[in-house]
């Protein structure tokens, strides 16, 4: 027989939202409870377990400590299974009900979490989709952290990541935009080399930027970068003026831009690696059923993008 488990789900509960407030006072607000009782759960969380969560000063509330974050991770988990457990006991585990929080780069967003919403509303309408709209860095930050369940995001960032586990559900390929009065606009296809003396408009995010960079950089030449944006639709609002070209993956159903200008789409010749859209989440985490299936709606999504698929 298995030995009793001392510390309670109410304990880790107080527990994680200490942690996110970062002050036992806001945790008390949160909760609607005396600011004892969150101080009593925690420390008596401490002791069973042994080991120090939080680091204490006063004035500056409270910041998690190693130990602390290795139990926060486990602690979300334990929840989502216990609320699992709850809805199963209760003959609700096929209904697909209650939260997931999905984390999504910014530049996929408008070509997944459009459909992936109105999917999810027509085939689950219990299950309450939360979406963070960030880079990679943030996301697995926020993975790492249990604030999201799952993550669709490219591979820039990813690998080597041993807490993650990710899978690839599609490849976008780099093609070349450029000015709808380009000399070059009437081609189907085009190779970097060709552009190479023409000022190049990136898309200027972490890891995006490197990877931009090095397929210019590996037709060898020092790719001139004269504009930059952290925006998808403003590089190409820009390549419309005529100020340059620009290299991007993910492809908008229409050439027209914002702006009111227009942009023609050339394929790249160059034997340049396509980037992989993926699904991450933290290594061995047990998915609860409503996150699995929002998982395969992303997965028929990214199928319907991709006609080779």
Known sequence: MTSPVGFTLVQLRYFLVAAERGSVTEASLELHIAQSAVSTAIYNLEQELQVQLFIRRRGRGLT????????QQQAYELLARAREVEREARGEGEGFSGPVAVGCFVTLAPY?????????????PDIEIEVLEEETDQLVQALGAGRIDFALTYDLGLAPRTELHSET?????????????????????VEL????????VLLDLPHSRDYFSSLVAATGTAPDVRYRTNSYETVRSLVARGVGYSVLNQRPATAQTYGGGEIATLELRDDSPPLEVKLASVEGMTMTARARA???????????????R
């Open 64 to 71: 998690l400590t190693p130990a602390g974050e290795r139990v």
């Open 169 to 189: 559900i599609a490849r976008a390929p780099a093609y070349v935009i450029v000015p709808a009065d380009h000399p070059l606009a009437g081609r189907e296809t």
């Open 112 to 124: 997944y979490l459009p459909p992936l919403l109105s999917e999810c509303t027509r085939r689950y």
């Open 294 to 308: 929002v998982m395969e709606l992303l997965r028929e999504i990214a199928a319907a993008r991709d006609p080779s």
């Open 193 to 200: 080399s060709e552009l190479s003396a023409e000022p190049l």
